[in-house]
């Protein structure tokens, strides 16, 4: 891992917002697509999950979702539930944040898309005692969706119509419906 990788991850855990922002779209762009360096910093990733600074939680999340496309040996199947955990978040927009990058995870492979799907399944069925429910349901399939398009796992497409079918509110099913209405 080079200097510049380092300076970044401890830019977004530093007190200036500019360079935690800078540093924060730097390491999303260079985890766009496979790193050699992600073990190197995984376990640090995993334990901003839990940081008291919602913004680094919310980086951290989006991270390891770009991260799973580098994890050949699916650590992630230890550390989803501490990701999906993220969701729960008491700060909204860091719980959105996260939700919103968890295709990701979806589309790196076979075994982290069965553990996404799982995870996923479960967050769908037990958000609906919270505040934002509708909304946490949509990006879970909107983020099924994401996923369905890059793989065409057609599991998922009946999963999501299955979650959809579940719904007991009229409003809401048919706008989840909109998410699938052309595959």
Request: charged share 30%; with cysteine; proline share 2%.
């Amino acid at each position: 891992m080079d200097q510049t990788i380092r300076r970044n991850l401890d830019d977004i855990r530093g007190p200036d917002k500019t360079a935690r922002s800078r540093a924060f779209e730097a390491v999303i762009a260079e985890t766009d697509s496979s790193v050699d360096w992600a073990y190197d910093v995984w376990d640090e990733v995993v334990a901003d999950l839990g940081h008291q600074d919602n913004h680094v939680r919310a980086i951290a999340a989006q991270l390891l979702c770009n991260l799973a496309k580098s994890d050949p040996e699916v650590r992630l199947a230890t550390d989803f539930p501490a990701l999906l955990n993220v969701t729960r978040d008491d700060r909204f927009v860091t719980a959105r944040h996260c939700l919103q990058a968890l295709w990701k995870v979806g589309a790196a492979g076979p075994r982290q898309r069965e553990i996404w799907r799982e995870g996923l399944v479960l967050r769908f069925t037990e958000c609906l005692a919270e505040k934002n429910w509708s909304l946490i349901r949509y990006d879970i399939l909107q983020s099924m969706r994401n996923v369905h398009d890059i793989t065409k796992d057609d599991g998922i497409q009946t999963t999501a119509r299955d979650l959809i079918a579940g719904e007991t509110d009229e409003k809401y099913r048919k706008k989840y419906a909109k998410l699938w209405k052309d595959s």
